[in-house]
């Protein structure tokens, strides 16, 4: 697979096959549904999406209905549809999972979401008077949740993003074989219906702070900014050329799809020998994106395979694309003079108490690039232009439970990956949907007070 990807360079623009069910596929499988008392379906949902109902819907051919019901819940269905864990929470949860033939929620979500949008079955309405006005910093799945929930609730929301075009993580981080930016345009272009307005290429705290957004007359603030800083490996080496981060590549990549760059701007090579570092779904995506440019790529991962934190869908995948893998294995530095020729690192072993230790053996792997793949965290550049905002020792926002997601300044909200440790988009969605609550119930408080002349 991989001598055949290095001849290959046009795989940059590879988007896998589409595995979407034809609507007689899609009723037929909605029809195997129980329609349980019970639904564990739903309950294994962090948004707690009617999954019963619009399956029942689906099933008797009523698309625009069951994208009714699902509307209730998700902003995104055609995002969730194809890159949640369901085998990790709705599938999972499927009462006929347990004998390896649960409903395939996911492909039905993505089929109504893709048929409506396609056919123009629903239309949302915005509304026609607002009860307040909303910022809402960043445009990832968390701010979309936000803008998404309020608009529907009667506010005017307006979304401020520092790229070129709204999407946050959905179009920028996750790659095209996994998630089209046409569904996330067109997922965009839905919530846009609702009212809500997106103001892009504005950076909060450079070019306007949180001060003068309440100047403007906005009576509540989100920041859904996510975590913008990578984490780095404090070894020797780390700064030589060809050590990279996995968001940048991947931006750069997307950046390169969309034409914004040129393709040599892309920082893998045909040919490259590619080594990742680190084994969760960023790992795996920065892996087998380096496999459609042409390259050579190795996940090392300091721990085994069973507590890679990467789904099993994911790490199956990669493997069948010819990602290779090396266990146990802790980076102790990157080898090269003027620019990165590999990567030295040490076995390590699993003690009787699972105790992982060093063997103080070391071996070496060849590499043209290092992608570090290690997790990240929070940009401090809103925080650090405004007052009374608190965060923790990690540089996590501080919240408040009520009104929910508020932080230490009154009127600013956070949720998502810049208040918790960075999870994966249905997650972050769950966490704004109650955010959104909170936001309401704040302004609600507020205008009565104003209403009492206080």
Not at 71 to 90: D, F, K, M
């Amino acid at each position: 697979m991989a001598d055949k990807n290095v001849q290959d360079n046009s795989r940059l623009f590879f988007e896998g096959p589409d595995d979407s069910l034809s609507p007689r596929e899609a009723i037929a499988e909605a029809k195997r549904c129980l329609n349980c008392k019970t639904p564990s379906c739903r309950t294994g949902c962090p948004i707690e999406n009617e999954i019963p109902q619009f399956i029942a819907a689906l099933a008797k051919g009523n698309v625009g209905e069951a994208s009714s019901i699902i509307a209730r819940r998700s902003n995104l269905p055609a995002v969730c549809g194809r890159v949640c864990p369901h085998e990790h929470q709705c599938e999972g949860a499927c009462v006929l999972a347990k004998k390896g033939k649960g409903i395939r929620i996911g492909k039905l979500e993505q089929f109504v979401a893709d048929f409506d949008a396609e056919m123009e079955l629903t239309t949302p309405i915005p509304p026609s008077t607002f009860i307040g006005r909303v910022a809402v910093i960043g445009s990832g799945p968390a701010g979309l949740t936000v803008a998404g929930d309020l608009a529907k609730m009667g506010y005017s929301v307006v979304v401020f993003e520092n790229q070129t075009e709204p999407g946050g993580v959905l179009m920028y981080g996750i790659p095209d074989f996994r998630l089209k930016k046409d569904v996330v345009r067109r997922e965009i272009r839905r919530i846009e219906r609702l009212g809500v307005k997106f103001n892009n290429e504005i950076l909060v705290g450079p070019d306007i702070t949180i001060d003068e957004l309440f100047a403007d007359g906005y009576d509540a603030i989100f920041i859904g900014t996510g975590t913008a800083l990578p984490r780095t490996l404090d070894v020797p080496g780390k700064d030589l050329p060809g050590v990279l981060q996995a968001t940048y590549f991947l931006q750069m990549v997307a950046l390169a799809r969309s034409g914004q760059v040129d393709r040599k701007e892309v920082p893998v090579q045909l040919g490259d020998n590619v080594i990742v570092i680190g084994a969760g779904n960023v790992g795996m995506d920065a892996a087998r994106t380096a496999i459609r440019l042409g390259a050579r790529a190795t996940i090392v991962y300091h721990r085994t395979e069973k507590e890679m934190t990467a789904l099993p869908s994911e790490y199956q995948q990669a493997r069948e694309e010819g990602v290779e893998f090396v266990w146990l294995a802790s980076t102790r530095q990157f080898l090269g003079k003027d620019k990165l020729t590999g990567l030295e690192y040490e076995v390590m072993e699993i003690s009787s108490s699972q105790t992982l230790t060093g063997t103080g053996r070391r071996e070496q792997l060849k590499a043209d690039k290092v992608i570090l793949a290690i997790g990240q965290r929070p940009a401090a550049r809103i925080v650090s232009t405004t007052r009374g905002i608190q965060v923790n020792d990690k540089g996590y926002v501080i919240t408040k439970d009520r009104p929910y997601g508020m932080t230490t300044r009154r009127g600013v909200f956070a949720g998502g990956d810049v208040v918790h440790e960075p999870a994966t988009v249905v997650l972050a969605m769950k966490e704004a949907k109650k955010v959104a609550q909170g936001i309401a119930m704040y302004i609600e408080a507020k205008k009565l007070l104003e209403d009492c002349g206080v």
